[in-house]
């Protein structure tokens, strides 16, 4: 008796288990294509935004790249090259030495970051170090 009756009501309860799951989970899926959509709409105008906070520069929308995939707006002020990722603005600068490999700076919030970033940030592939400093602090006649 019993084990007829769970037989009959198992389907049934996993049928509806499935739609509510898949309700939830299409609603999810949506909610971030939603956000995902919002946010690259958001990108270039961010991104114009803080570089005319900045600089007091403000550069055309259609200056603006926009990498969807990657969620990425990247936009070129005098040669300086801006960058917005996850709502973090950095600089992207090659290396000195080759010129091959491009980094991203700390994220930049005030005019003094900006500057630090300008002046003293420098990046530098691991092997195009002139002086490689770990070697140098592991000196044992030092
Ligand atoms: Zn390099």
Known sequence: MYHTVSLRTAPRTSVRLITRQQTWHRRAVEAY????????AALPVDLIARIAALTGQTLAAGSVYVDRVARVATATLDGTVFRLRRGELVLLRAC??????????PPIETLADLGYTLSTWQPQCPNCAPEDPINWLEREDI
């Open 33 to 40: 294509r939603q956000s995902a959509q919002d946010e690259i």
């Open 96 to 105: 000195p030495e080759c010129g091959q490999g491009h980094y991203e700076s």
